[in-house]
Each structure stands twice: as C-alpha cells, then as structure tokens.
C-alpha cells in the first residue's frame, strides 16, 4: 500500500509539474488560459503533494527526483504571484503618507459582479448603503436587479443604466459631478465597457473605465475578452488626463494580457505589494484569485482597498477609497511600466483578431 501511495503522490508531481508548465505558454485557449487564475490554490496544493512524497515516496529509489520537480513547479507559481505578495514593494502610496491632501480629492469607487441570478437583492443595496460609494460598477444586472435598485439608485445624481438578461448587463452611477458617460460594445454586441469623464469634488477631472468581457469557457477562447481589455488600454493610452479602470475582466492581475492592459494604459496596480485581494468564487475567496481588477493612473494615492463580504453573488466586492492629487502622489508613486514599440503592436494586434 505504502509503494502505491508513493507512485500515486509521484504522479501528482509530475502533474502539477506538467500544469504549471502549460499555465505559462501564451495562448488564447480557454483552457490554457483558465490554468493562469488559481496559482495561490495550486501552490498550496503542490504543498500537500510535498508532504505526501515526503510520507509515501521518498524510500523509493526515484523518490530524491521529486524533490526538484515540486521547487520547480512551486516556484514558477511563485514567481508569477510574487508582485502581489506583501514582500514586494508597493505601485501606489498610501494617502496617509502624503501631506496636504484636500477631502474634496479623495472617493469610494465600489464594483460588484452580482451574478445575475442572484434574487437576494437586499444584501446588495444594504451593502451600498453601508459603504456609500461615490462610484458604483454592478454587472451581470438584469431588467429585475436595475427595478430592484432603483431606490438606491435614485441617490445618485447621474446613472448610466444598461439591463441586459445575457449576464452582461450593467449599471453605472456617480455621486461626483460627470462630463460624459456612455456605453460603447467594443467587441461583440451587448457587452458594454463604460467609458466615462469624471470630476472630483475639487475640480479635478479624470477619465474612468468600466469592463466586464466574457470569461474563458469551454468553446469560448479569450480572443474577445482579450480584444475589450486592450482597447481599452489603447483608448487611454497618452490621454492628458488621470485615469482609473475597474470591473469584472474575467481575468487575474498578472495574466499576459492584463499586464498588457497595465503597461500600454500607463497604469498602476494598488495591490502590487498588498495583496492579490481574491474576489472569486465568493465562498471560497481566501484561496481564489482576483478576477476583479482596480488599476490607477500616477496621480492617484490609495486610502483604503478592500474586498467586502459575500453577498449571495459569486464574485466579492472590490471597494477602494482614492485620492487624486497629482502633484504629491507622482513624485511618491512607482513609475509605470516601460512601454515600447512592441507592447502597444502587441495589444493593437489583439484587438484585431
């Protein structure tokens, strides 16, 4: 018994060797792709692999050969999350580090997948209350979700309403003053990107970005997520303004394409240095991966990120409190990453295909 356990743990290393290999080649295969997302799962997973080698196999002649091929799988997975681990050092400064930061700077931006056949309403709206965002992202929101907020909703002075029953749906409201706002289905019909012109409450104007494009599934690769995520990055890419994007990408935050999306955008990533802040699957967060992204211009100073409870969706919260002070936050902040030539041929040709 104790020499089939051994071939049996031996084969799930080679396994988790073999799986953390494919999850690094560049490729729209939904399949592929979906291997990218739960690394810290993986590695915790590779760890009870070790730990039953070190039980079951390490008498076995080829038992000192497993060794290296789990502290190879364990750190590629490793290597991949290591920007989002607390050891890293941080993209975006803390506001509380800053002097002479002005109230009317700062705002709550909170965005939810609410899962649209999630019936239970009032754990939503009791969440808005509590948390009072000044900008809310809600997706997946059907004709019966936008009825059932429309309480709440009628607090906030400007609303960008899109019900659609195809779990694409979308709702976008704003308490700060708004220049412009619209819908635009970059890629394919009825799925919406927000692309909006806000003001903070002290005058100051940035651009704001709101995604949600479809998930790799089986027979659905990643070429449309792919297509909305970069043109989105391409569409900010030199604007003259700050900007901040957020939603529901379908995507984890150190996948090629959305590092992509970050360098091309000229963004900042909050969490570098925090925290990878999983928000799915919903009941199993602490050990998910963060498909829900929050990404930020220079000129942005963070006083708060943090993913709230479950509220019967299959996605957790993202809730953030920025401040956008320019002059005191860029000197402060990390540089953005290096963009050249090739990155931007790299993200204008996924939006082609």
Known sequence: MRKVLGWFFATLAVLALAETLVSLIHSNQWWIQILNFPRLLTLIVIGVIALGCAAFARAQRWGAVLVPVLAIAAGLQFWRIYPYVPLAAIEVVEASALSNIQAGSCFKALGLNVFQDNRQYGRTIRLIEREQPDILLLMETDGRWVKALAPVLKRYPHRLLRPIDNTYGLVFASKLPVRSARTENVTDQNT??????????????????????????????????????EHAALRIAGHRLPAMAMGDFNDVAWSRTTQLFKQVGGYLDPRIGRGSYPSFPAKYAPVGWPLDQMFVSRDFAIRSLHILENVGADHRPLMAELCLTP???????????TTGPQAFRAARTMTRH
């Open 192 to 229: 919406p990107t927000v692309y909006a012109e806000l003001t903070t409450r002290d005058g100051q104007p940035f651009d704001y970005i709101g995604l949600h494009p479809r998930p790799p599934l089986p027979g659905q690769d990643t070429d449309l997520r792919d297509r909305k995520i």
């Open 327 to 337: 002059e005191a936050a860029r000197p402060a902040n990390a540089a953005p990453d």
